[in-house]
């Protein structure tokens, strides 16, 4: 983290990741939407700079302070179905941020899961770290359990180990494997590396079989572990350094 008594000119969006506000690409967005005032005036580019200490920005409405020194935390939490992951919903919808846990620091999410899929999220105060891990180049392995209707065979899958066609684009290659059958329903195991907005539902459907249940169990060297909807746990220095390896 960089310390706060720096008196060279920094990057709005750093400074509200700094602040643990929301991640770059999140403070980008907000920016956009008009909610970042700079010495009084709304900063309508995504290049300008300040300086700690000097200048006076405030984020809806609220002012910020970036703390001396902000030490870096990191929670795994087992996102519950039927929550949306945003801090807020203005369709009244309950979001991830009912169950952070106590703790001082204002966290936000790594990336997201859909608002029907259950598992495993990260929690950061970082927004440095969070951009890290959501950068293209991370490519961190994450592993889901799914449900699909339909029997599937492993003929069937060879597609998505080889690269699987999403809306005429190509995306990375996929481990998966069939893990048993249930009635007419087949659970997979399947590991990706980039995630793309309804990946997994939509590259099913390309092999006609809709998905009935998603959940996320690893996210990199992470796992769940013994946690339950709902619940979290802070991570290790160790694993902390372990995921941004």
Not at 19 to 37: D, F, Q
Not at 134 to 141: D, E
Not at 188 to 198: A, D, M, V, W, Y
Request: charged share 25%.
């Amino acid at each position: 983290m960089q310390n706060s008594t720096s008196k060279e000119p920094i990057r709005i969006q750093k400074v509200i990741a700094m602040a643990g506000i929301a991640s770059r690409r999140a403070a980008e967005k907000l920016i956009m939407s008009g909610a970042v005032i700079l010495n009084g005036e709304t900063v309508k580019e995504m290049g300008q700079k300040m300086i700690i200490g000097k200048d006076h920005l405030s984020v809806e409405g609220r002012r910020i302070k970036i703390p001396q020194q902000q030490k870096t935390q990191v929670y795994a939490l087992y996102k519950p179905k039927n929550c949306i992951t945003t801090l807020n919903d203005p369709e009244g919808r309950t979001t991830i941020s009912a169950f952070f846990p106590r703790t001082s620091a204002r966290l936000f999410p790594v990336g997201r899961l859909d608002y029907d899929a259950e598992g495993l999220i990260l929690l950061t105060n970082d927004g440095d770290l969070s951009q890290q891990l959501m950068h293209p180049s991370h490519k961190a392995w994450k592993g889901y359990f799914v449900k699909v209707r339909g029997l599937v065979n492993n003929e069937t899958l060879s597609a998505l180990r080889q690269s699987p066609v999403i809306e005429q684009k190509k995306q990375q290659p996929v481990r998966v494997k069939i893990l048993h059958n249930v009635n007419d329903k087949t659970w997979l195991e399947i590991f990706l590396r980039e995630g793309t907005n309804r990946q997994i539902k939509k590259m099913m459907l390309t092999l006609g079989h809709s998905v009935q249940k998603i959940k996320r169990f690893q996210v990199g060297p992470v796992t769940l572990g013994d946690l339950q909807a709902g619940e979290s746990r802070a991570l290790s220095p160790e694993e902390i350094k372990e995921i941004v390896r």
